[in-house]
């Protein structure tokens, strides 16, 4: 197991006590919620031209994401908050546990994206924050395709 994979490991079995799996599960559910109300925001704004342009909303919306993409989010998954136990509520995969090292690499990658379009958004190059919002984009179908449950 990688270093950063066994460190989110620990973090994540240390949090583990404090909180009950269904906390975990609702708080991990209203993050994502959360940054997708922010993608929303970006894509309105960035890619569909649906909404006017403003560059700060689209910064805030973006350091938002990377800042809940960094905020130790893996201390909400746990063994027991999968669709195993709580079926319908929830659609993360037990092969999450079963694939960790890979887990830390995808949750590594979706930060460092989300990281970058947190930069780019501070200027006023909309290619750029579009090329960046695909890749933020791309991180989560990773994880998707991988740990979640259709």
């Not at 079963?98 to 995808?106: F, H, I, P, Q, T």
Request: proline share 2%; glycine share 8%; charged share 15%.
């Amino acid at each position: 197991m990688g270093g950063l994979s066994a460190a989110l490991l620990l973090t994540s079995l240390a949090s583990q006590a404090q909180l009950k799996p269904e906390e975990q599960v609702e708080i991990r559910q209203a993050g994502y919620q959360f940054m997708s109300w922010n993608m929303g925001k970006i894509k309105a704004q960035v890619i569909d031209g649906s909404v006017p342009y403003n560059q700060a909303q689209v910064s805030a919306a973006a350091q938002t994401i990377a800042a809940i993409a960094n905020s130790g989010m893996g201390a909400l998954y746990s063994p027991q908050t999968t669709r195993e136990q709580f079926g319908e509520q929830t659609r993360l995969k037990a092969a999450f546990f079963e694939n960790l090292e890979e887990a830390g690499k995808v949750g590594k990658n979706f930060a460092e994206a989300a990281n970058q379009l947190a930069s780019v958004a501070q200027g006023d190059n909309q290619a750029s924050i579009k090329a960046a919002f695909g890749k933020v984009g791309q991180s989560c179908k990773a994880c998707h395709d991988q740990f979640r449950a259709k």
